[in-house]
């Protein structure tokens, strides 16, 4: 199987613009020049995806959008991780009662709306920092996660080598984190890309209802936003934004598929 | 059949209590009372107390929990302060509405799901099978709301053959004789259940595809196309079938999911469902509504969720024996 080239570099591409932000944009992303002469521009030379409607420069507010937006996934992705891997691989190795309490709450957490548990949270704690949107997105995207690593660790914690291990007289939590659990890191890696491609949407769709991070900074859901309110009059805040998210979820969900694919045994031909 | 219907109804008694004990909890972790929000400069300390004490919220947090269950469970949820009416009202308003958006979208979804993931398993490898791949792939990673806002932009406000928001007509609806005003809202749903649709038709397909292909597999299929059976038989009498259980315990899994993109979709077309009601809710920090909200959804979808469950164990049998 040959590795997805394209999105791989698009992937690059966007995540190295948003490192250089302060290099590429033009203007500063949260200047507002002026609100009554360069209100709603449409794509000129000058401004290449235009004005929003306090004037600022949308191609800067983009680049600069793709930090906030690509941080606040990869960080909460992190800590989905980290809590999805403790919890699936302790239910998973430890089987009995644990692991039927872990998962009974896990299909619990699993079978209510994220967002829905994502809305009731920004309705108690009010408007959230950036931060706190990491925390709260990670919060609820571990249980996914920690299936999928329980599923990974019981399999291998059938093989011979682990059996192995154990005769040795290894203690378990040992054998758990240095023979099985590095062996299910592969999978773990996909669940990892694949949920940063659920992130991504889930935190721009917060954005979009106004509920993601504070009004100036910028982040790719918020344009949208602005997009929306200004529907009738500036196509362009629609677009670029819009253009900005399905173009990095879908490298991402390349990239993630391809990798799954190519370790699921089930969609390769019978020898 | 039984021992199953019950595990899966103490399952959902389970997650519903969570639901509702988180609910309660977060709305005491939040800093403050409804009380403590009050601007009200007339309002002395003492008389802030004795607010407190009438409405029960210097009692012990058990005994407010308990109470607090014992009203929802009794169907009141309190009053929402953004709308000025009880709870109650407004869910009997805004759920109806959700299930007129929702139930067809799911229904002309699933349907063309199957049959589409069906034909590109059928037809594995080919051009038109990899271009369709490539179709859902990309509309599985569209975010709903890009989805939607495209939709929108396009069939409402381009070429204007949908209104751009609501239910029904604001002016004349009232005055339309009954089937007048059936197709006046039929004239507003098309457009956002037809999104809705287009969304869980490209999810729905992509996991028949891959069922339908590990089933193609199998030794039985082999057997069926020794024995002479056509292309179209064995595909529809012999790997539909098989593959159908599996699609439908996951499809169960998309609900979640789904009750998101119609809060989207609700939001954008200005649809009056409970999507729409409850980001409304959660920007005027009406809680009660939330949370009466976010425990009514919670039910929807362990209904839908426990459906899927039993009809995938009425298709495929050995379904039953997990639980």
Redesign the interface.
């Known amino acids: 199987m040959r590795p997805p080239r394209a999105a791989i570099v698009t992937l690059a591409v966007i995540v190295l613009a948003a490192l250089a932000a302060p290099v590429i944009t033009p203007y500063n992303p949260a200047a507002q020049p002026d609100i009554v002469a360069d209100k709603n521009l449409s794509p000129s030379r000058a401004h290449p995806f235009g004005t929003d409607q306090y004037s600022r420069d949308v191609f800067s507010r983009i680049v600069y959008g793709g930090r906030t937006s690509l941080s606040i996934a990869g960080l909460s992705v992190l800590v989905a991780l980290l809590i999805g891997t403790s919890v699936g691989a302790v239910a998973g190795y430890a089987g009995g009662r644990a692991d039927r309490w872990l998962m009974?709450?896990v299909?619990?957490a699993?079978?209510?709306?994220?967002?829905?548990?994502v809305?009731?949270?920004?309705?108690?704690?009010?408007q959230m920092s950036a931060a706190g949107l990491v925390i709260v997105l990670g919060l609820t995207g571990w249980p996914g996660m920690s299936r999928i690593v329980r599923a990974q660790v019981r399999e291998v914690a059938a093989l011979d080598y682990v059996l192995a291990a154990r005769a040795l007289g290894i203690p378990p939590l040992r054998v758990l984190l240095r023979h099985v659990l590095p062996a299910v890191m592969p999978q773990v890696l996909v669940a990892a890309t694949l949920g940063v491609?659920t992130v991504i949407?889930l935190e721009?769709?917060l954005s979009?209802?106004?509920?993601g991070v504070p009004a100036p900074v910028p982040s790719w859901g918020g344009i949208?936003l602005d997009?929306?309110e200004q529907?009738?009059r500036a196509?362009w805040l629609?677009v670029f934004p819009?253009a900005a998210?399905?173009v990095t979820?879908?490298a991402v969900?390349?990239v993630g598929?391809r990798l799954r694919e190519s370790l699921d045994p089930?969609?390769r031909?019978?020898v | 059949m039984r021992g199953f219907l019950l595990a899966r109804a103490r399952q959902a008694a389970l997650v519903l209590v969570a639901v509702v004990s988180l609910t309660f909890a977060l709305a005491h972790a939040a800093p403050g009372d409804p009380f403590w929000a009050i601007e009200d400069p007339q309002l002395s300390t003492a008389e802030r107390d004795r607010l407190r004490s009438e409405w029960g919220y210097d009692l012990p947090v058990w005994k407010q929990y308990v109470t607090w269950l014992g009203n929802f469970a009794t169907g009141d949820f309190g009053w929402s302060h953004s709308r000025g009416q009880p709870v109650v009202a407004v869910l009997r308003d805004a759920v109806p509405n959700t299930l007129i958006l929702m139930v067809p979208a799911v229904l002309i979804g699933v349907l063309f799901g199957v049959a589409l993931g069906t034909w590109q398993a059928a037809r594995d490898g080919r051009a038109t099978a990899r271009a369709a791949d490539a179709a859902t792939l990309t509309f599985v990673s569209i975010p709903d709301f890009v989805v939607a806002l495209l939709a929108l932009s396009v069939f409402a406000l381009q070429w204007q053959v949908a209104p751009a928001s609501g239910m029904v007509d604001p002016v004349f609806h009232d005055s339309m004789p009954a089937l007048g005003r059936v197709l006046d809202v039929a004239s507003h749903l098309w457009l956002p259940a037809g999104t809705l649709a287009l969304l869980i038709a490209a999810a729905v397909s992509r996991y028949q595809r891959v069922a339908v292909l590990g089933v193609l597999h199998e030794l039985y299929i082999q057997t069926a196309r020794a024995k002479g059976a056509s292309e179209r038989i064995t595909i529809l009498r012999h790997a539909v079938p098989n593959a159908l259980g599996p699609v439908i315990a996951i499809g169960g899994l998309l609900f979640p999911t789904m009750f998101a993109g119609a809060v989207f979709v609700e939001k954008i077309f200005a649809w009056p469902g409970m999507g729409l009601t409850i980001v409304d809710a959660v920007a005027g920090r009406d809680y009660a509504l939330v949370q009466a909200i976010v425990v009514t959804g919670t039910v929807l979808v362990l209904v839908a969720n426990t459906a899927a469950d039993v009809i995938a164990s009425i298709v495929n049998p050995r379904t039953r024996l997990e639980a």
Request: no cysteine; hydrophobic share 60%.
């Open positions: 009974r709450g299909d619990a699993l079978s209510v709306p994220r967002l829905l548990l809305l009731v949270l920004a309705a108690a704690f009010g491609a949407p721009a769709g979009f209802l106004g509920l949208l997009g929306y529907r009738l196509w629609l819009s998210i399905v979820v879908i969900n390349v598929e089930r969609l031909p019978p």
